[in-house]
């Protein structure tokens, strides 16, 4: 079991952006490999810390998480590697190295300063993927083709002079409190630490160039309408030393015909005539994977609801399958000819025609609370 974003950095759900940037600033510091070097645990823990916080700084993320846990960014079916979301030392520094860069003397430093070690990370790339409600009940793969910025070939590139490959400046400024040294990127390479060499005429002037790729996407059963899966490594790529962004897909889910969804459980309305009430009938459902015969007793009465076990939708987490509830709405015929209504008066006052639920027959509001226990 993953472990709770808010309890890594040490804060409650009520902290605020500037706590939560407190907080993180303080476990990145505590376990910064340069304090600890060798360290295998405070690595581990430096790298806890930088997810937790990828996540809590970002609102929409903040909210995700809020609402769906971990489930929300994991996506089970193998992405970003599994397990861990997959944010490695060099995405942390790129991302947050800000945030504890001047406690050290300028971040960047880890990986023992060699300016080959430095890559930059390209952007990200985001889609839409539309998904039935059958391809999300049985999970499915998606070939997608996006157009991502790569390297041309062909192009090379050379270490920047401006700041030795290291992708960043040092600035002094003198402060009534002495000589303070602080880091910026370089304005040259823009951070990559390597300039542009020789390139390919349809390349930009960053050397870089789209190309169409179909990459394939597994996606889980259970997903959610707005849920991000993450594919690592299948976003833009930078310049220079580097390596791609990612590819975020958003999901985005088609309305069924006639199955509602909500959460794990599906609801289906069934009308079935007063005659059918009267003497029960068997009907076909329209579930997820194909029909099902249920049957209905002479006598059921309009409003009741009959739970299909595991005909539902699965956990995104695993734990189990949601369930089919069917309501069962009697059709009052609204026209009658003259034998029919004939019938219906004579029968008006009679006492099997005379409401008479039993002490077992729930009332609307027992069975919807029912329905969510
Ligand atoms: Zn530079």
């Known amino acids: 079991m993953k472990k709770d974003f808010y309890e890594i950095l040490g804060i409650t759900k009520s902290a605020d952006a500037a706590a939560i940037k407190k907080a993180y600033r303080k476990k990145a510091i505590e376990f910064h490999p340069d304090k600890n070097p060798g360290d295998a645990a405070a690595e581990e823990n430096f790298k806890l810390a930088a997810e937790a916080y990828e996540v809590l700084s970002d609102p929409q993320k903040k909210a995700k998480y809020d609402q769906y846990g971990h489930q929300a960014f994991d996506g089970s079916g193998g992405f970003g590697g599994g397990g861990h979301h997959g944010m490695n030392m060099d995405d942390i520094f790129s991302q947050f190295g800000d945030i504890f860069g001047s406690a050290f003397g300028g971040g960047g430093g880890f990986g023992g300063g060699g300016g080959g070690s430095r890559r930059v990370k390209g952007s990200n790339l985001r889609i839409k993927v539309k998904l039935t409600l059958e391809e999300i009940a049985n999970g499915v793969e998606k070939k997608v083709k996006v157009k991502r910025k790569v390297q041309a070939p062909g192009v090379s590139y050379r270490t920047c002079s401006t700041c030795n490959g290291q992708g960043q400046v040092m600035r002094v400024t003198n402060t ?3 000589r303070m040294q602080s880091a910026s990127t370089c304005p040259t390479c823009g951070g990559s630490g390597q300039i542009l060499d020789k390139k390919p005429s349809e390349a930009d002037s960053q050397g870089m160039i789209l190309e169409d790729e179909t990459v394939t996407i597994k996606i889980p059963a259970g997903v959610v309408d707005g849920m991000q899966l993450k594919v690592s490594n299948k976003g833009n790529d930078a310049p220079g030393n580097s390596v791609p962004g990612d590819l975020i897909v958003a999901i985005e889910e088609i309305e069924h015909e006639f199955l509602k969804r909500e959460g794990e459980n599906l609801h289906y309305d069934l009308y079935i005539s007063f005659a059918e009430a009267v003497l029960g009938i068997s009907k076909d459902i329209e579930a997820i994977n194909g029909k099902v015969r249920i049957k209905l007793e002479e006598g059921i009465q309009s409003g009741k609801i009959l739970r299909l076990k ?49 002490k077992s027959d729930k009332s609307f509001f027992e069975k919807v609370k029912d329905m969510f226990s």
């Open 176 to 178: 009534i409190l002495g």
């Open 310 to 358: 595991g005909k539902g939708i699965p956990s995104i987490n695993g734990y189990g399958t949601g369930d089919l509830l069917v309501h069962v709405n009697v059709w009052t015929p609204k026209t009658l000819n003259k034998e029919q209504k004939q019938f219906f008066e004579k029968n008006i006052t009679d006492e099997n025609f005379i409401p008479n639920p039993e």
